[in-house]
């Protein structure tokens, strides 16, 4: 079953920004409720689009550095980038279906998830 990867300081560009995959990055904190929340989630599309889509996550407390680089103000934050450019922003929880109906148009026709 595949996960989200962790992603820290010194390990962001070359996981994300030169990935040959989509990578949705989860900005998110231990402490953050709807952060825990989306975790499920998160590790579900993971595991579902495993192929298509890389999934990370970054601990905003452990990585101040790349939260202030991609102006991450709320959490979570979930960045999807492609060709090391960000290509689609959501910020708060948002019920699977609705997430990969938002990430979707960057994976291709081939994106499917169950329910």
């Not at 995959?21 to 953050?32: H, R, S």
């Not at 997430?99 to 960057?106: A, E, M, W």
Request: net charge negative; glycine share 6%.
């Amino acid at each position: 079953m595949s996960k989200a990867i962790q992603i820290e300081n010194n390990t962001f560009e070359k996981e994300v920004l030169h990935s040959a995959l989509p990578t949705l990055v989860d900005f998110y904190a231990d402490w953050c409720g709807p952060c825990k929340a989306i975790a499920p989630v998160i590790d579900e599309i993971a595991t579902e689009l495993a192929g298509q889509l890389k999934v990370a996550k970054v601990n905003v407390d452990e990585s101040e550095a790349l939260s202030l680089q991609y102006g991450v103000q709320g959490i979570p934050t979930l960045i999807l980038f492609q060709n090391g450019q960000e290509v689609q922003r959501i910020t708060g929880f948002l019920p699977k279906t609705q997430l990969v109906r938002q990430l979707r148009p960057h994976l291709g026709a081939t994106a499917a998830v169950k329910n």
